[in-house]
């Protein structure tokens, strides 16, 4: 299975919102509903962020939000702050009863 | 709070097996709600899913890893263990345990294991 494809890095200035892409196959992201994103911070373990493809775990932030169209998922940051910066993972379960991680995405924030 | 503890070996030869487990409190690997998992991210480079346990001792796998993994669990000792063999530099990485598989809502610290002879 290829991982799931996001874009390397995107930035953003603060007050901003931006948006991450994830795609994959209608056997992955496409086939279900079952999209999670997960934030990275150097040095740390990954934190949820986003389940389900929309929801959100207890004590994560509505300022982040999931949708997904087709193949594609995305996750959408608005009002950026310093503290956003970091990687960003989508995962997908999948037909085989397995998860795909996409190759992550760094946020920069200017 | 659930907390997860990975401990083993954070040097491995090659061909070798690379073998860690993973201590769930606040939480039971007993339970029928939850699948625990196994992620690995080798230094610099992005997560990487390689399978999965449930508290039934079933099981599913990362096929590109399929041929040299598994994993299991003790549900005496509310512990998850991953089994990885004939390692390779490629194989070096932080290793996470964590509490589900869909959605993962809970992550052990991650300990780096090393391939080298």
Redesign the interface.
């Known amino acids: 299975?290829s991982?799931l494809t996001q874009p390397a890095s995107v930035s953003g200035s603060p007050g901003q919102s931006i948006t991450i892409s994830c795609t994959g196959t209608s056997s992955d992201v496409g086939g279900y509903h079952?999209v999670?994103w997960?934030q990275q911070h150097p040095g740390k373990?990954?934190?949820?962020m986003i389940?389900?493809v929309s929801n959100w775990?207890s004590g994560v932030s509505n300022r982040f939000s999931g949708s997904k169209s087709g193949n594609t998922a995305s996750l959408t940051i608005s009002g950026l702050q310093a503290e956003d910066e970091a990687d960003y993972?989508c995962?997908s379960?999948t037909s085989?009863?397995?998860?795909?991680?996409?190759?992550?995405t760094k946020l920069t924030v200017l | 709070q659930v907390q997860l503890q990975e401990s083993g070996p954070g040097l491995v030869k090659p061909s070798e097996t690379l073998s860690l487990t993973c201590t769930v409190s606040g939480g039971s690997v007993s339970s029928t709600t939850y699948y625990w998992s196994w992620i690995r991210q080798p230094p610099g480079k992005g997560l990487e899913w390689i399978g999965y346990v449930y508290y039934s001792g079933s099981t599913n796998y990362n096929p590109s890893l399929k041929s040299r993994v598994t994993i299991s669990v003790d549900t005496s000792k509310n512990q998850f263990s991953l089994k990885l063999s004939s390692v390779t530099a490629a194989d070096t990485a932080v290793y996470y345990c964590a509490r589900g598989m869909r959605k993962v809502d809970y992550w052990g610290q991650g300990t780096l294991v090393t391939v080298s002879s």
Request: charged share 10%; hydrophobic share 25%.
């Open positions: 299975q991982a079952y999670s997960y373990a990954p934190k949820l389940y389900d775990p993972y995962s379960y085989s009863n397995t998860v795909i991680f996409g190759g992550g």
